[in-house]
């Protein structure tokens, strides 16, 4: 199965996983995380952008931190979209990396949902 077939079934079940009062939680617990990582500044906003790691749409050192979350997992050749990352992020600056883990206990309790 490609990553296309399997993000065409997935997202349904993926949101409906975070309706859950258990999902709820580990939502809030992993955006208070990354915020931590991340420190914006006052003023910074945060403008997610959907599209093909491994190819950005943006120049380089352009970013003074980057997210990428719940996909690298996905992705046959990680390595190309990490490298993507450390290209559009300037030097000194923050990267932070979320995946899932299917030996974690979340991964157990999103298996039951």
């Known amino acids: 199965m490609s990553s ?5 079934t997935w997202p349904d079940k993926y ?14 617990c992993e955006q208070r995380l990354i ?9 910074e906003r945060f403008d997610p952008v959907a ?8 120049p380089a ?3 003074d931190r980057s997210v990428s979350i719940t996909a690298l997992e996905f992705i046959e050749e990680a390595q190309g979209a990490v490298d ?7 030097r000194g600056g923050s990267i932070v990396v979320a995946t899932l883990n ?4 979340w991964a157990e309790r999103r298996s039951l949902c």
Do not use: C, N, Y
């Not at 296309?4 to 065409?8: G, H, K, S």
């Open 84 to 90: 993507e990352l450390f290209r559009v992020t300037r």
């Open 61 to 63: 050192e352009m970013f």
């Open 35 to 43: 915020m931590e990582l991340l420190q914006p500044q006052p003023g």
């Open 102 to 105: 299917s030996l974690s206990p």
């Open 51 to 58: 599209g093909d790691m491994r190819r950005l749409p943006f």
């Open 4 to 8: 296309e077939q399997l993000f065409d």
């Open 15 to 28: 949101r409906q996983w975070f309706e859950t009062p258990i999902g709820k939680l580990v939502q809030a």
